[in-house]
C-alpha cells in the first residue's frame, strides 16, 4: 500500500477487502483468479471455472489447439471478456448486461453468487490451463 508503512500484512482487515487497481487488464485478471482460488480453498469449495465458447461465423470452434489458443488470449484483445472466469459462491459480481429485467437482474447491480448451474455431459474441463488447480470444476 503507497504511502502506509504502518501496514503490515495486506491478509488482514481491512486491507484483504479493499479495492485493487490494476493498471494492466492482465494484471487484473491474474489478481482475480489468484483471489478465486484462494477465497475457494479458504472455504473448503472446489474453484469452479466458467470456459468461454467461442464460435467463427455461428459455427462453434472445435480444434483443441485453437480453442485452448483462443483461451489463452489476453482480455484485450477478446473485447474484455476472459476465456476462463471463475467464481466462488459468496464472491460479489456485478452484472454488466441485463439478465431478466423483471427480477432485477439489470446492468450494474452488485449481487452476490450462490450456485451455478449446468448439465454435466455439457462441460469439459480439458481446456483449463495450469491457472486453476487440478480439481477445478
Excluded at 13 to 28: C, D, F, K, M, T
Excluded at 46 to 70: F, R, Y
Excluded at 82 to 88: E, K, M, N, Y
Excluded at 114 to 122: F, H, W
Aim: proline letters at 8%; glycine letters at 4%; charged letters at 15%.
Amino acid at each position: 500500500v503507497v504511502g502506509q508503512p504502518s501496514v503490515s500484512s495486506l491478509r488482514e482487515s481491512p486491507w484483504n477487502e479493499a479495492p485493487i487497481l490494476a493498471y494492466r487488464n492482465e494484471v487484473r485478471t491474474q489478481v482475480n483468479n489468484k483471489a478465486a482460488v484462494h477465497n475457494a480453498a479458504q472455504l473448503s469449495f472446489q474453484p469452479m471455472v466458467c470456459v468461454a465458447q467461442d464460435s467463427c461465423q455461428g459455427k462453434p470452434i472445435e480444434d483443441p489447439i485453437l480453442v485452448k489458443k483462443l483461451l489463452e488470449l489476453s482480455n484485450s484483445k477478446t473485447e474484455h471478456l476472459p476465456g476462463l472466469l471463475p467464481f466462488v459462491p459468496g464472491m460479489p459480481v456485478i452484472l454488466t448486461q441485463n439478465l431478466a429485467v423483471e427480477l432485477g437482474l439489470i446492468n450494474g447491480i452488485n449481487e452476490i453468487f450462490r450456485q451455478l448451474v449446468y448439465e454435466a455431459d455439457s462441460v469439459s474441463t480439458d481446456a483449463l490451463s495450469n491457472t486453476f488447480p487440478n480439481n477445478t470444476q
